[in-house]
């Protein structure tokens, strides 16, 4: 056998040991018998504080160091309770407490103030309910610190009206009660009440302390109210609290909050000593503001100041190394905390794979995924499924969200909605039904997921079931629903949750406004209506944020302003892609192809990256504008330059502009070069082009190839009428006409709408519906004879019917696009802009009319038809007759 022998030194020091504890725990049983001898109460109560003490035996040195042995006097034992809290262990110093009223010690209102603050600490109101009742029945409810105490443990119980109560049954309140008040509600997220408090409190003459700021600028940073905050900002330097650090804390977190970070930045920049929390604060207000390069820079200056690093500066991080995709950085920093122990942190291991995922590092992310085996849990099985999708690898990320379910990891809200993206590998449905089952169906991110998924499919009236079941809406709630609306051009309906919006009290933020802006683009919404957003986002300051900014370039270039679109386009400070090609789109549309060739250019000028979008607006605007050499230089760059695959919108935009041009025979070339069949849109705008061409010999052949691909479309019927009637074959047109009426093919009515003071009026040809149908057509009369004053002659060849030239001119007089344009002279003053919207392609003899009108009324007309715009002024178009 091993016999250790000590020094005589250590035994010694062995001894001394447990001679000590032995006297410490002989003096403890002598307080018990004093207990027990002097008040007779039972011997299983002393029993158990006998076993309590063993249990807690470690720290009896500290507790009975400084009471003498026979003292029993209330400092004494607040001295013990105090002991207990000051160490967090809040179990025992309550039972110590019941202890003490067991036994019917004498107790005072520190007593009583430290017991309700460890019942708050412990969140047992019940107990501390019970302690209240003490309270009352021995008069010590009116003592202001019994009562702050009181105050303190029913805010964080979830008795926030009890404390009301309380608080306002108090007969003195200093300035720590108004704090507790504030802080209670402050964590309930009452924020409203807690600045009317500190309001009232002002007028109470209750002058605040540094801790009262620090709690008001936090409920002002948690409702966003940044400028009563700056006005609170003015008071802390009035009451000198200015270089306090935890008051300058709270004001870094509510100016972050804001947005306003350079006002952070100078308050972080004045203070005189900073701790932890300042400069975390500091680096994750830049973070979340967008500026992850100057939160880097920060950072390292952090590390040079020495003060200590924690897991939460870390997370902060690897999310700004996630957003600049910065995977050097983050590896090192995976180094750095495994080396200190931090690994283990869920937070950190999360951040970790999140920052590795968007470095599309998923190896790396999958092995850290793979050491935390056991120690996985419903956050990381989330961030991994969700690396997976953003990453395209979808069905790993089911698979993954299987094995989830398969090792008994039960999904939470979270894993739902990060599901839904995977739409459509992931079906909505089911997912639907796993929420409902596991009662997430009514959670504020699972509905908004679900509404999206809905809206997405088209299914809007499942997404509006989704939204009202959904029983906190938030802001990106309401966004959701708004931007499904926009996704299927329902301009009414985004307008109608607007207002429902507004009228529940809620805020809209930038993206609520840059999606009622994507809705107001549809071609059926109102001209006025966005306007009126426009309004309401430079009312609330976010006319200049990038997605709304670049909204309303879309919205105001797709509903005919395309000099609004441009204005707004200059005074951006920042663009992002969808405003350049918006804004390239836009001109495009309108006409004007050399001006969107010139933004094309400036872009270039730029090194911006393009995709494949803005590549169908420059070849839509050299479509428009005839620049055939130009449309081919751009498509070949685009191919064999920028390695864009080209889609079919691509080549259909490329026959589009062959064939506009005339060059007929080149197109067939080109779509028999295709590498896949062409499609019902490169077919219908070939035979477009035969009809005004006049060549029959590819016009048969393509309106043979549309019908056969689109045989309930018709358009492909009505192309190919008109072709074999624009040729005088009438027995053809006839026979394709039969043909439609054998497939029970309705032809689309041609309909023209117009605004007039925020009301949509509509015409069809010959229409006399209108209450001022009479107006309209004396108007008509008019105009007719001081177009023929003009040396109007009506082109009776666009009247594709085989009747006489009389009655063709009749025909062209009642067109719906001509009846709007009468109705708009006769209900605008002089000089008026008239916008009119047609669904089909506008009249060649109409085309005529508007701009002799254009010149003859003065007035500016802009057309929007189901090819393009166009700007009728002065007698001029803005498409340069071509078109």
């Avoid at 207990?84 to 003490?100: C, M, P, S, V």
């Avoid at 460890?118 to 008069?139: A, E, P, R, T």
Wanted: glycine residues 6%; contains cysteine.
């Amino acid at each position: 056998m091993l016999v250790i022998r000590f020094p005589n030194v250590i035994r010694c020091s062995l001894h001394i040991i447990s001679t000590m504890n032995l006297q410490k725990i002989k003096s403890f049983r002598k307080l018990q018998r004093c207990y027990h001898n002097q008040y007779h109460y039972s011997h299983s109560f002393a029993s158990t504080i006998d076993l309590e003490f063993h249990a807690d035996l470690k720290d009896a040195p500290y507790l009975f160091d400084k009471m003498p042995q026979r003292d029993f006097s209330v400092s004494n034992h607040n001295h013990l309770l105090f002991e207990y809290a000051r160490t967090n262990n809040n179990a025992q110093a309550l039972k110590h407490f019941i202890g003490i009223r067991r036994l019917g010690l004498r107790v005072n209102g520190a007593s009583f103030s430290c017991v309700l603050k460890i019942c708050g600490s412990l969140c047992d109101q019940i107990i501390g309910k019970q302690i209240h009742c003490d309270c009352v029945k021995y008069g010590f409810v009116e003592d202001v610190s019994v009562g702050t105490s009181l105050i303190d443990m029913y805010t964080k119980t979830e008795g926030v009206w009890m404390a009301e109560k309380v608080f306002d049954e108090m007969p003195d309140r200093n300035v720590v009660s108004w704090t507790s008040m504030l802080t209670g509600y402050s964590l309930r997220g009452l924020h409203d009440l807690a600045v009317e408090l500190f309001l009232h409190m002002q007028v109470e003459g209750i002058k605040p302390n540094p801790f009262t700021f620090a709690t008001i600028l936090g409920a002002l940073a948690g409702s966003g109210a940044v400028v009563k905050g700056m006005q609170v900002h003015s008071m802390v330097v009035k009451f000198g609290f200015e270089l306090t650090t935890y008051v300058c804390n709270a004001l870094i977190s509510m100016y972050s909050k804001s947005g306003m970070i350079r006002c952070a930045k100078a308050v972080f920049d004045g203070m005189e000593v900073r701790d932890a929390v300042s400069w975390n604060g500091m680096v994750a207000g830049l973070v979340t503001n967008g500026h992850d390069l100057v939160g880097l820079d920060l950072f390292h200056k952090m590390r040079l100041s020495g003060i200590k690093l924690t897991q939460a500066i870390f997370v902060t991080i690897l999310k700004a190394c996630a957003n600049i995709k910065e995977i050097v950085f983050t590896k090192q920093i995976h180094c750095f905390v495994s080396k200190n122990g931090m690994e283990s942190d869920p937070n950190l291991r999360t951040a970790l794979m999140v920052s590795y995922t968007k470095c599309t590092e998923m190896d790396d992310t999958l092995k850290l995924f793979g050491t935390m085996k056991g120690v996985n849990n419903v956050v990381t099985w989330t961030a991994m499924i969700g690396g997976l999708i953003q990453n395209n690898d979808i069905n790993k990320a089911v698979d993954l969200y299987c094995q989830m379910c398969r090792e008994g990891v039960k999904p939470n809200e979270f894993t739902y909605s990060t599901l839904l993206a995977a739409h459509p590998t992931v079906s909505v449905f089911q997912i639907h039904a796993q929420s409902i089952k596991t009662n997430y169906e009514s959670s504020t991110s699972v509905g908004t997921a679900l509404l999206d998924g809905y809206m997405k499919m088209g299914n809007n009236s499942d997404a509006i079931k989704v939204f009202e079941r959904v029983e906190e809406k938030d802001i990106v709630t309401w966004s959701a629903i708004l931007a499904g609306y926009a996704q299927l051009g329902d301009a009414d309906g985004a307008v109608r949750v607007f207002r429902q919006l507004a009228n529940d009290g809620v805020r809209p933020n930038e993206y609520t406004f840059s999606s009622i802006l994507n809705a107001c683009a549809t071609p059926m919404a109102a001209i006025e209506q966005g306007k009126q957003f426009h309004a309401g986002a430079i009312k609330e300051n976010y006319n200049n944020t990038l997605c709304v900014s670049s909204a309303l370039v879309t919205m105001y270039a797709k509903r005919g302003n395309i000099e609004s679109a441009n204005k707004v386009f200059e005074r951006q400070t920042a663009r992002d892609l969808v405003s350049w090609n918006s804004m390239i789109s836009g001109y495009a549309q309108h006409g004007y192809g050399k001006k969107a060739l010139e933004i094309f250019e400036k872009m270039r000028q730029e090194n911006l990256k393009m995709d494949g979008i803005t590549f169908i607006g420059v070849i839509t605007a050299c479509t428009h504008a005839g620049l055939v050499n130009e449309g081919e230089r751009y498509f070949n760059m685009m191919v064999n330059d920028l390695k864009i695959d080209p889609t079919p919108e691509h080549y259909s935009c490329m026959v589009d502009m062959y064939s506009r041009a005339g060059l007929l025979e080149k197109a067939m070339v080109f779509i028999n070069d295709m590498p896949f069949p062409a499609g019902a849109t490169i077919w219908r705008s070939l035979l477009a082009a035969c009809r005004v061409h006049k060549n029959l010999e590819i016009g048969k052949l393509a309106g043979d190839k549309l019908v056969s691909l689109k045989p309930q479309d018709s358009a492909a019927y009505v192309l190919l009428s008109n072709l074999y009637a624009t040729a005088g074959n009438w027995q053809e047109r006839s026979k394709v006409r039969k043909l439609m009426d054998e497939r029970n093919v309705k032809k689309e009515a041609g309909c023209s709408w117009i605004e007039i003071k925020n009301k949509t009026y509509s015409f069809v040809a010959g229409d006399t519906s209108h209450s001022s149908s009479d107006l309209i057509y004396l108007k008509l009369k008019e105009i007719g004879l001081r177009l023929r004053d003009a040396g109007y002659l009506p082109d009776v060849n666009y009247v594709l019917h085989d009747v006489e030239d009389e009655h063709k001119e009749d025909i062209l007089f009642g067109h719906s696009e001509r009846l709007a344009v009468a109705f708009g002279l006769i209900s605008t003053p002089p000089g008026t802009l008239l916008q009119i919207v047609k669904n089909l392609r506008v009249c060649g003899d109409c085309h005529t009319v508007f701009k002799l009108i254009s010149r003859i009324e003065e007035r500016e007309i802009i057309v929007r038809d189901s090819n393009r715009f166009h700007h009728f002024k002065d007698g001029v178009c803005s498409c340069g007759e071509y078109w």
